[in-house]
């Protein structure tokens, strides 16, 4: 059969070689698959201004339906859709709202340089051989993940953390 590769942003796999995977990742589906999953994680602001730039598209507004769906050129989105991103982008004002919960007095999540920094640190602690903090010492190096790590929609399985019991997986002794 050979070796299979499989494309996360596409959901579908195919012969690996190298004319497959190269005509695969240059192919429009591909390139129409991946900006619709980083799409998935940009930000009201973001999403409000290449609306705005956009003319609303004609078929859509008379039948409710465009044949060109998320690709075309032209914007699908209501005034009520588009009041709801400037209330959105302008509710966030560029601050991240747990930061701001965090002045008050609540407890807040390390920002993505504080963790890798106290990644760093724990991981240089353990190649040395010292001896860490209660603090640092409370998770192993790979479950300490930050929540919002965590709660990203619809992640790939390869991307996915390991559980926090560690893989199961038993030793096959025999091969074919």
Known sequence: MGKRYYCDYCDRSFQDNMHNRKKHLNGVQHHRAKKAWFDNFRDAAAILTDEQTKKPC????????????????FSH??????EHLKRLAAGSDGRDP????????????????????RREKRRAAQGSGSVLSD???????GLDLPH???????????LMPPPPSGWTTTLQSQWG
């Open 98 to 117: 747990k930061a701001a919960s965090g002045r008050r007095g609540a407890v807040s999540e390390p920002s993505v340089d504080e963790w890798l920094a």
């Open 58 to 73: 004609r078929k859509f507004l008379q039948t409710g339906q465009c044949v060109f769906g998320t690709n075309c050129r």
């Open 77 to 82: 989105m209501t005034e009520r859709e588009i």
């Open 148 to 158: 919002h790590f965590l709660s990203i929609p619809d992640l790939p399985p390869s």
């Open 135 to 141: 603090e640092e010492d409370e998770k192993p190096l």
